[in-house]
């Protein structure tokens, strides 16, 4: 509204919103402390002039809004009221003062009848005159009689009688109303006068614009008394939200800054824009609302306002501006959010309070655990291995038959049970977290062998278990090896429960991390060794039954077979899977299988194994050289790629293969020997084969097994041939295709010292002969294929011809070689089962020099070799 | 110690009746000679080796034997393979069913063979359980400590 006056004197008020550091443009009109300044107010003078309201123009103004007129009426309302109000105050009081007016004179009469009219009959002349009398004029009429009433007639009496006296009189009487007249017009005069002065006096006594400057005044201060310190900012925008009207603006913001500006021209900064498109919005939807909106100006910094808009409607309903007030609640919504924070926080820490709970729970639950199990383990286990050993102790005392076999039968199954026990017990200990596992340096090679050799030792079918370890595995790495060979026994010894034909195998080889894809990086395709750490990974592969695909997902569950009546079949409790699967991943690997129903099945796992830093092969390996029995381990050993076991009801023995690079040319009596008996078993294997099944598989020439990798015995044999002619050792050739002659002939050979070479019959001689340099031969003469005499014929025919012509005439499929140099004659032992039909005479006719009899003593074999060995 | 001493008794005496009994003969002996600290289960092994070789030859005469035609010549081949090895570890009785055995074969009687491949079967698995009952006392003396003793 348009009030010049009060603009002028307005006072700009601090408020406790704006900062401190405004500029000196903005001080001029802040009053910090308004009650230590008022001697400003008091130096100015107010002249208010009365000024005079055009109603007209106020009219208007106020016709704007609904508001604004009824403001008005209410205001126009007020000051009539008042002024009603004063008429009939003043009316009352004239009334009031009429009837006093009255009563006074009535008295003042009473007063002067009662004194006027005293003595009648005093002298008559005199006239008592009282002090009351000035009202009487005293030279006028004389005093009325009581009796006497004379009234003084103003009335115009045409008293005919007095013609005379009629111009006199009406002079007089002219004379008379001009009197009259001019006091009229005097008091006519005054009278316009007094209304004049009284008109002024009206409006500037009761004007509404002193009213409403007034109330406007009185609204104003109370306006500045609230709001000095308040954060409120109250104003008023057109429609193009220009600023009409601002209150408690920002200080340092002069009015010309304002009026007439919208927002966006007077402020800058973040969430100005905001503030006007919601005021736009209430522009237009006409309805009032509130925003919270935050402020980032140069003006006044970051700053977080509550505003609250609504629309101001004309009379017609049109929205002709808004009114605007903001409220800085920067505080309170730092409070609201520390306050949500907190609460967060709260629960956070409750979260955590929980988990510390569990885990608390949880440890205790392990730490009760641990004890149960040690009890468990103690308590069962002991009364357990209490009956075994009782059994045990009975079955060496004196029992019969029948009680040895009761006595086994309880043995296995006390074994049985403590296994069982075992397993549930390792079971428990992996799923409760017990389980600790080791880290210590052992040789996987090492491992394989024993597990093999401990699964062959206890084979009852016929099987063959081979090792094959890839040469990148280090010779010793960090693991849990009793973890591991827990594992492999378990995966092997299901291998051989469920195979009843053919091979098991365990495969050894390094691969690349399966996680890591960094693998790349460093080296393409190659296991990555670098940070010492190596994934090995394990294939225990047989040629068995095979599982079915339905059954694989749970093969690893615990107490899951395979099929329902497996357990029957099979025995076994389903625990081993389970077992080695969570030792697999409790070492940080995985358990995988795959199969073909009838064909076969492989397992795999792969574990990460750190490998030791420096290892001092060649002095360990020198420990190993003493010593013999299934610890001991060559310089070859060590790298012993290769093992092959087959089923023997009883003992342990293996054929090795080494990968290493130097072959000892000396060796002690025990490896040699171990390894020719073995070669000497794989011959009697497959001699084993060819009689079972009927083939004619041909038996390997020894001299051709030096190249199949599994028969270093020949290897051996050639390298101590080829390097030293003057070596003490004769070769020697045996004959014979019985197994079992033949393994007590090589025994009684060994312990005479001597080296020999075995074949199983006739043509097998023939090209032993012809491959190698022989100083004796002992021949059994009843052999399949080729006996032993036929090849004595032969043999001494190549002799003498230098050729084989003979032999291919005889149907032998062997080849001349000319280089050779003619042979000599090689002695020829005939060893005879029987001196009578395979007399002595046909031996010596084919060509024989001497014969022995069967069965072979070492006395034999001694006499022999001395008679027909050149003496050394 | 008493309990070794007992146990080597026992295996004496067990053997010996073995060699009175002509289950086993000198043959044997010298295989026990051969076993040494350096191959202490050389009996044990070629024993082994002797059962599993001649359960494949009593099969294989079986077989043979059930044939509508027997090949006399391939049961022959068969006794004398098995007369060899039992004879090689003094399985004493075995080889002289083995000789009657042949006989039989040179004969060509069927029935002669049958009854010796019979009796073969027979004397085997006594010689069997011999051995193997004698190599768990061997096995007890050497668990309780004791060495196993020599035969002369």
């Known amino acids: 509204m348009e009030d010049d006056n009060a603009e002028d004197m307005e006072v700009e008020i601090l408020s406790s919103m704006w900062p401190e550091d405004i500029d000196a443009a903005g001080k001029k009109f802040n009053v910090e402390k308004p009650g230590v300044d008022q001697d400003l107010l008091e130096d100015l003078t107010f002249n208010e002039e009365p000024t005079i309201v055009d109603f007209q123009r106020l009219l208007e103004l106020t016709n704007y809004s609904e508001k604004g007129s009824s403001q008005l009426s209410y205001l126009v309302k007020n000051w009539e009221w008042k002024q009603e109000n004063a008429v009939r105050l003043l009316r009352e009081e004239l009334e009031n003062l009429r009837k006093q007016q009255h009563g006074f004179e009535l008295k003042k009469l009473e007063i002067l009848e009662e004194h006027r009219f005293e003595n009648d009959d005093y002298g008559c002349d005199k006239r008592p005159v009282s002090i009351l009398d000035e009202v009487y004029e005293i030279f006028q009429d004389v005093p009325k009689k009581r009796t006497d009433v004379i009234v003084q007639d103003e009335t115009l009496e045409i008293d005919d009688e007095c013609d005379a006296n009629t111009v006199r009189y009406w002079k007089q009487r002219a004379l008379h109303f001009e009197k009259l007249l001019s006091i009229s017009v005097q008091r006519e005069q005054m009278l316009l006068e007094k209304l004049e002065e009284s008109i002024e006096k009206l409006e500037k006594q009761s004007s509404p614009v002193e009213e409403l400057s007034q109330i406007l005044k009185r609204a104003d201060n109370f306006l500045h008394f609230v709001l000095q310190n308040a954060p409120v900012v109250i104003g008023h925008q057109d429609k193009e939200l220009r600023y009409r009207f601002i209150y408690n603006h920002f200080p340092s913001l002069g009015e010309e800054d304002i009026i007439g500006k919208t927002d966006v021209e007077i402020f800058k900064g973040g969430g100005v824009k905001e503030s006007q498109d919601f005021k736009k919005e209430v522009l237009e939807k006409g309805i009032p609302g509130k925003r919270e909106i935050t402020f980032e100006t140069e003006l006044f910094g970051a700053k977080t306002f509550l505003i609250y808009v609504e629309p101001v409607f004309s009379k017609a309903g049109e929205t002709i501006g808004v009114n605007y007030m903001g409220m800085e609640i920067t505080d309170q919504v730092k409070k609201r959010e520390k306050m949500a924070k907190l609460r967060e926080e709260i629960a956070v820490q409750k979260a955590r309070e929980t988990e510390l709970n569990k885990t608390i729970h949880i440890t205790e639950e392990t730490m009760r655990a641990k004890q149960i199990l040690a009890t468990m383990s103690h308590e069962i286990r002991s009364p357990l291995s209490g009956i075994i050993s009782m059994a045990e102790i009975l079955s060496t005392t004196k029992v019969d038959k029948d009680q040895k076999q009761l006595l086994s039968v309880m043995l296995s199954s006390g074994d049985l049970v403590l296994q069982l026990i075992n397993d549930i017990l390792d079971f428990s200990k992996v799923e409760s977290g017990v389980m600790k596992l080791e880290a210590t340096k052992f040789r996987p090679r090492e491992v394989i062998k024993h597990v093999l050799q401990t699964a062959a030792a206890s084979l009852k079918k016929m099987l063959i278990l081979e090792g094959h370890v890839a040469d990148d595995v280090p010779v010793e790495v960090i693991g849990d090896v009793l973890r591991i060979r827990q594992i492999l026994t378990n995966l092997i010894s299901n291998a051989v429960k469920f195979t009843h034909e053919g091979k098991i195998k365990i495969k050894l080889y390094l691969i690349t991390d399966p996680c890591l894809e960094d693998q790349i990086k460093h080296e393409e395709n190659e296991p990555q060794s670098h940070g010492n750490m190596v994934w090995i990974r394990c294939d225990v592969q047989d040629t068995g039954i095979g599982i079915p695909e339905t059954a694989l997902p749970l093969l690893f569950k615990k107490y899951m077979q395979a099929g329902t009546d497996t357990a029957r079949k099979y025995g076994g409790t389903g625990l081993g899977l389970a077992i080695c699967k969570q030792l697999v991943e409790l070492m940080g690997g995985r358990l995988t299988v795959t199969s073909k129903v009838n064909h076969g099945s492989t397992f795999t796992f792969v574990l990460p194994h750190k490998v030791p830093q420096a290892c001092d092969s060649s002095d360990e390996t020198d420990d190993y050289q003493d010593g013999d029995d299934n610890g001991s381990m060559d310089e070859d050993d060590v790298n012993c790629g290769f093992f092959q076991f087959k089923t023997q009801t009883l003992g342990s023995l293996f054929s090795c293969n080494g990968y290493g690079p130097t072959h000892e040319l000396t060796r002690n009596e025990v490896g040699s020997d171990k390894l020719d008996r073995a070669s000497v078993l794989e011959n009697n294997n497959t001699n084993h084969m060819t009689v079972d099944q009927d083939e004619d598989r041909p038996f390997h020439d020894p001299c051709i097994k030096k190249n199949r990798p599994s028969n270093l015995n020949m290897m051996r044999v050639d390298s101590s041939t080829t390097t030293s002619k003057s070596s003490a050792r004769h070769k020697i050739l045996l004959v014979e295709d019985t197994v079992v002659n033949v393994m007590v002939a090589k025994r009684m050979m060994k312990q005479l010292n001597q080296d020999m070479d075995v074949v199983n019959n006739g043509v097998e001689a023939l090209r032993a002969v012809q491959r190698c340099d022989y100083s004796l031969i002992l021949m059994d003469v009843c052999m399949p294929v080729m006996d032993g005499l036929q090849a004595t014929r032969l043999i001494r025919s190549y002799e003498k011809n230098s050729n084989w012509d003979e032999a291919r005439l005889a149907g032998v499929d062997i080849t001349d070689q000319m280089s050779r140099e003619p042979r000599k004659r090689i002695p020829i032992i005939a060893m005879t089962a029987n001196a009578m039909s395979e007399s002595a005479e046909e031996c010596f006719t084919n060509g024989m020099d001497s014969f022995i009899t069967k069965p072979v003593t070492l006395q034999k074999l001694k006499q022999c070799l001395e008679q027909y060995l050149p003496s050394q | ?152």
């Open chain 2, 1 to 152: 110690m008493a309990a070794v001493s007992q146990l080597q008794r026992q295996f004496i005496e067990y053997a010996t009746s073995l060699y009175n009994e002509g289950y086993l003969d000198d043959q044997f002996t010298q295989l026990q000679k051969l076993q040494d600290e350096s191959n202490p289960d050389f009996v044990v092994e070629v024993v082994s080796l002797f059962f599993e070789d001649s359960e494949k030859l009593l099969n294989n005469l079986a077989t043979a034997l059930q044939q509508k035609i027997v090949d006399y010549k391939q049961v022959d081949s068969h006794v004398h393979q098995f007369k060899g090895s039992s004879s090689s570890i003094g399985a004493q009785r075995v080889t002289t069913v083995c000789v009657h055995f042949r006989n039989y074969c040179d004969e060509q009687n069927l029935d002669g063979c049958l009854r010796c491949l019979q009796q073969l079967n027979h004397e085997y698995i006594l010689v069997r359980n011999k051995l193997e009952a004698l190599f768990r006392l061997e096995q007890q003396i050497l668990q309780a400590g004791g060495s196993i003793p020599m035969m002369e």
